[in-house]
Every structure is written in C-alpha cells, then in structure tokens.
C-alpha cells in the first residue's frame, strides 16, 4: 500500500504534522495536562478510584450497601469540591507578591497568613496533623483487616 501510494507520502507527512502541531491540539493536550493534574490530586486528596477506601466501606453497618456508598461518594465530594477549591480560592485570592515561588502547604500556609495571620498558618498546621494522623488510623485498620485474612482473626496474628 506504501509503494502503491508513495507518491502520497509528503502530504501524509505534512497531514500528520499538521494534525500533531496545530493550535486545536495545543489545547487539547494543554487540556488532558490539567485533567490528569486533578486526576491525581483527587487520588491523593481521597483515595477515590485507588482501591483502598473499600476495604473500610465494607466494614460498615448499614441497613443497605447503597448507604454507604452515597456516603462515600458524598466525602469524596466534599473534600474534592468544598475543601480542595476552598484551598485553591485562598490561595487565588493571596497576591502573587506573597505566593510566588512558592509550592504545596508553603503556599497555603503563606495565602492563610497573608489572609489571617499566625493563627491561618496554625490552623493549616493543625489540619495537615490531624489529616496526616487520619490517614495512619486509616491504614492501619487496612492493614489490620487484611492480615486477618492472611493469618486468621486472632490475638497472636494480629500482634
């Protein structure tokens, strides 16, 4: 097909830079960029997709499995949409002056002291422990559960 239709081949060539370079795939690519940017922040901020909030979704007692998982749809909700575009907004709102070069809690906690004061940055502080302390228990529940199911649910194999 190739050596039938070479004389062909520079406007292929040139169809398919066209086609890679153009203004329309700049943004399309610009576009998947962020989309996997949010995609792993959301994986990070709360687990939705990874497989892992499952494991204590299941242990719940609920009169009906559909409880329980429009309540965790409902926390991965609430912490995608409140609290992760609430942290974007204060940081949007902190003038460049105060932000730049910054990244990460530095960033957020200079936003919050450029917006509060001292009392903002401790209060990310304190928020990021009991985040961090959070997620331990978290896993730690995971981790007891699934030695139970490898080793038995026993005092000795679970010490």
């Excluded at 990874?50 to 609920?62: I, L």
Aim: proline fraction near 3%; glycine fraction near 12%.
């Amino acid at each position: 097909i190739i050596i039938k239709n070479i004389g062909l081949l520079p406007q292929m060539f040139e169809n398919i830079f066209v086609q890679a370079f153009g203004f329309r795939q700049a943004v399309a690519g610009g576009f998947g960029a962020i989309l996997m940017q949010g995609v792993k922040r959301g994986l990070f901020s709360n687990e939705a997709g990874s497989g892992s909030a499952p494991c204590a979704a299941a242990a719940a007692d609920v009169t009906h499995p559909v409880k329980q998982g429009l309540i965790q749809a409902l926390g991965v909700f609430i912490d995608t949409l409140l609290i992760c575009s609430c942290s974007a907004f204060i940081m949007l709102l902190a003038p460049e002056s105060v932000t730049k070069g910054l990244m990460g809690m530095d960033l957020l906690q200079a936003a919050m002291n450029h917006h509060i004061g001292q009392a903002g940055v401790i209060f990310i502080a304190v928020i990021l422990f009991l985040f961090s302390f959070s997620t331990f228990l978290g896993i730690m529940f995971y981790a007891r559960g699934n030695v139970a199911y490898v080793f038995g649910d026993n005092w000795k194999s679970q010490n």
